[in-house]
């Protein structure tokens, strides 16, 4: 996926004139301050966690599904639910396969699988998919923490044989600055240069994660899903196992280009570079096609794994984004129990 390096091929220009305006003296490029995981985390409590806590209450349950022992309900099969949960008994009585839902263990562990390859660092403003990725993770994960559950971590740089760095589960806020510390500053290969021929692969991820989580947990894989084909298999396979939730990240300028003449874009992953004119309206016309393209094959391959997606966009309100999604599956669940309900 290709990200923009400048909107104009002049701004070059522009900015080498600055530089020589003064001629002898040394120019300096600015070193971007450090974001401080404390700062960050109690601007979320304050801004997004707070306002979340406040207006999931039942809603929780829709978000963090979680298991239990303690029998809740029946209802009828669904292609996503895990096999192991079919009641036998009324599904012989009823001719129809029916499953059991649990009372939600609130002590369950979650789990975020994070990629944080190279496409994952692009912003078109002044959030990128990366700092998105970080905050998503940092509210969910209070959420949780603070009804009781632990949270694990394994942040995955897409180009490796296996994830980077693995967090073991734990609870508390010491535990959950550390994870935003890997993922804003100290993962080893954020920031590094693209290499040539390299492209994210998130089935190592998934693989990985099938043999680290052995319980059943609740998991989250955060990813822009920019990767090598056929991660819908083991996508499947982990989610017929655990309870899984996609956090899809994304930036609007990823699904059109914009009218602002010569553009000059580079693959974040591989290091490939293009010449495009954004005036061309045709060349604007395919790229939305393929754009949209890409998108239905992505709603089709969740829909296949059985697992929802939670859309976080780099221009809209981190709360807006996960109430929304509350509100969508919780209307889901309760129209399949309607739906079973009628045909009883």
Known sequence: ????????????????????????????????????????LRRLEWTVIKRLDGQLQGDYRSLFRGAGLVLADL??????????????????????PYVREHQEDREVAAWF???????????????????????????????LSQHGNRVGVMLFSGTQVRAEVVVPARSGRRHLLHVLQLMLNDLPTAGTRPT?????????????????????????????????????????QLARRHEVVAIRLRDRLEQEIPNIGLLLMQDAETGEQLLVDGNDAGFRARFVHIAAERENLLRQGLTRAGVDCLELTTDEPLDQAILRFTQLRKRASQMAQGAGAARA
């Open 75 to 96: 209802r009828e099969y669904q292609s996503h639910d895990d096999v192991r949960h079919i009641d036998w008994n009324v599904t012989a009585r009823m001719q129809t």
């Open 1 to 40: 996926m290709f990200t923009f390096l400048r909107r104009r091929l002049t701004e070059r220009a522009e900015r080498a004139a600055d530089q020589q305006a003064a001629p002898g003296r040394e120019v300096q490029a600015e070193v971007p301050a450090r974001p401080d995981p404390q700062q960050v």
């Open 196 to 236: 040539a021929g390299a492209t994210t692969d998130l089935r190592v991820l998934l693989s990985q994660a099938q043999a680290v989580i052995r319980r059943r947990a609740s998991i989250f894989l955060v990813s822009d899903f920019i990767t090598q084909p056929d991660w819908h298999a083991p996508l499947s």
């Open 113 to 143: 699988l994070v990629d944080m390859s190279g496409s994952v660092h692009f912003g078109s403003g002044a959030v990128s998919k990366r700092q998105l990725a970080a905050e998503a993770v940092a509210v969910l994960a209070r959420l």
